[in-house]
């Protein structure tokens, strides 16, 4: 199993960035796909989840209504759109997979929200 994320960077208080986690080695129109964040000094934790098929998600209340996640199962890869960003978004974002009782985790990608 590899999962490598992109499209971190900065971004000022307000604007998008779109996020890209593309996966290999299991079938991952299989697996529903989750994003996590961990920012400096605190523990990781949940921001949005995707069904296998892209029928269903949730989301962590501090993001409802600024992000979306999609799927592309055609493309092994998953999406996470973020607009109105804030500072406190501020973080390392990753995906995340769940095999039986094992995760796997893509190494992480940097976001930034700053003026």
């Known amino acids: 199993v590899q999962l490598v994320e992109s499209g971190g960077g900065l971004v000022q208080p307000g604007g998008s960035l779109r996020l890209s986690c593309t996966a290999s080695g299991f079938t991952f129109s299989s697996y529903a796909m989750s994003w996590y964040r961990q920012a400096p000094g605190k523990e990781r934790e949940f921001v949005a989840r995707?069904?296998?098929?892209?029928?269903?998600?949730n989301f962590a209340d501090s993001v409802k209504g600024r992000f979306t996640i999609s799927r592309d199962n055609a493309k092994n890869t998953v999406y996470l759109q973020m607009d109105s960003l804030k500072p406190e978004d501020t973080a390392v974002y990753y995906c995340?997979?769940?095999?039986?009782?094992?995760?796997?985790w893509g190494q992480g990608t940097q976001v930034t929200v700053s003026s």
């Open positions: 995707i069904s296998n098929l892209g029928l269903s998600s």
């Open positions: 995340t997979v769940r095999q039986t009782s094992q995760n796997y």
